[in-house]
């Protein structure tokens, strides 16, 4: 009978508890022979180049790593990359995979085959558009001590309007415009706004910042969590307002003020964007707040009351209701809080999302609505011009005066002058069918102007 009770106990022992070795030796020809491949899940909060992760080089073409034991049934989420979202695995053809899953108790090895890396995927090129373009590769941040890569999405008249736009500052950069340097899946920011633009529906410039890698959480976290760390939010939203906003609003046409800034994340993103947007309420008069991780710290709920409204704000907070048992209610008592901080009800939206998960396919579903909701004032202010027209410019090339031959100027009307870079360089009311172009250096200019509901559009050539 004894002998039989310690078998009992043995067993439960052995099957109580597991631990997994994960060995990879099918991968692309290409991968290089000296490529560090590393687990990124939710065992190390998806951080994909963690050394605590990496995994062993134990042949030619193999790989190993063991996870310490867990309790039977414990399921764990996975994907493998080499060392960063950018080379991350892909299906055969280059597509997006879901995530890997391992439930303790099903076995102690597991041999799963990499098909395809994000960066040399036969159908995984950039699905970036063509006005998105990377600022740097490497942007100091001075507050941290770190550099990062910076994106930009410019609207589609950018470049041939002349006029200054709104700009939305967004974290997880990889995952807004690229499929290809993305973790699941991208936004679709561009896609979407591409979608939205139109002369009555502009549409705003938008920065991506990536994140650190190993260094998000710290950085969208303004508090320390005891079991995962963090803390360096309040530098990284300092590093937006301080260093980067000004390079923005130096280098490209934007609306600099508070009523044309917002700020908008997901997950921690969302977390750091309601703090950024509190605590900068002279810099930012709207947040986007996707799928928010208030349940980070405690400290969230004291610093919105504390902070409390000094500023007109908008905050758009949205999330599924399938994603962690607590988002859905954090989010509705943050909702109170706001109110109760003194932000008026036309001042929030609150959305859930049936069946939406925490993942970037929702927060691309969404994302469109939340820019139209959070900038209907700067949409509505645009005059809806109905009618396009060439215009006649005469003479081409020109000295110091051009006319307008199929044009009659009216009371209001206002003319554009844009040089071959895209800066204004003259902008002014119109009452006759000619101006004076004498301060103007050579070059090839556009001509614009705004007469009711019509937009006179030519080009011309100063000598």
């Known amino acids: 009978m004894k002998n039989i009770f310690l078998l009992i106990l043995l067993f439960i022992s052995v099957f109580a508890n597991a631990q997994l070795t994960i060995i990879i030796d099918s991968v692309p020809d290409y991968t290089p022979s000296d490529a560090d491949i590393y687990l990124a899940g939710d065992l190390n909060t998806w951080n994909p180049g963690s050394p605590d992760f990496k995994l062993a080089k134990v042949g030619e073409s193999t790989w190993q790593i063991t996870i310490p034991e867990m309790d039977h049934g414990k399921v764990i989420l996975f994907k493998f990359t080499r060392g960063s979202w950018e080379t991350v695995e892909k299906g055969a053809n280059g597509e997006e995979i879901s995530n890997r899953q391992f439930t303790f108790g099903n076995g102690d090895t597991i041999r799963p085959a990499i098909l395809n890396w994000a960066d040399n995927g036969s159908g995984g090129g950039s699905t970036a558009a063509e006005n998105v373009s990377i600022i740097d590769d490497s942007f100091y941040i001075p507050q941290l001590d770190r ?29 807004l415009f690229d499929t290809q340097t993305s973790f699941t899946g991208e936004w679709e920011v561009d896609e979407t706004l591409n979608e939205i633009f139109s002369p009555s529906t502009p ?58 800034t917002a700020i908008m994340g997901s997950s921690l993103g969302g977390l750091i964007s309601h703090y950024g947007s509190l605590k900068f309420q002279d810099i930012f008069s709207m947040v986007g707040i996707f799928s928010p991780s ?26 599924g209701d399938q994603e962690s048992e607590s988002t859905v209610a954090d989010m509705q008592l943050m909702d109170t809080y706001l109110q109760n901080a003194g932000f008026s009800e036309s001042e929030r939206l609150f959305k859930v999302i049936a069946g939406g998960q925490h993942n970037e396919q929702l927060w691309c579903e969404e994302f469109g609505e939340a820019y ?12 809806e011009y109905k009618y396009f027209k060439q215009l006649t410019i005469s003479p081409n090339p020109a000295n110091n005066t051009i006319s307008f031959a199929n044009y009659k100027s009216g009371f209001n009307d206002s003319i554009l002058i844009v040089d071959a870079t895209g800066n204004i360089v003259i902008e002014t009311s119109l009452n006759k069918n000619s101006l004076d172009i004498s301060r103007l250096g050579s070059g090839v200019y556009i001509v614009k102007i705004k007469q009711n509901e019509t937009i006179y559009k030519g080009k011309f050539i100063k000598r």
């Open 147 to 175: 550099n990062r890569r910076i994106w930009i999405y410019l609207p589609p008249d950018y470049t041939s309007f002349g006029k200054r736009y709104p700009v939305i500052y967004m974290h997880d950069g990889q995952n």
């Open 203 to 260: 549409v705003p410039i938008v920065v991506g910042i990536d994140n650190g890698g190993g260094h998000r959480i710290g950085e969208y976290t303004p508090w320390v969590n005891p079991e995962y760390g963090g803390g360096d939010g309040s530098l990284y939203i300092d590093f937006i307002v301080e260093t980067l906003k000004p390079f923005i609003d130096e280098n490209y046409r934007t609306r600099p003020d508070r009523n044309n």
């Open 294 to 319: 208030y349940w980070w710290s405690d400290s969230i709920w004291s610093f919105t009351s504390t902070t409390g409204k000094q500023q007109e704000m908008r905050f758009y907070q949205m999330c």
């Open 372 to 383: 139209l909701w959070l900038f209907s004032d700067y949409i509505s202010s645009v005059t």
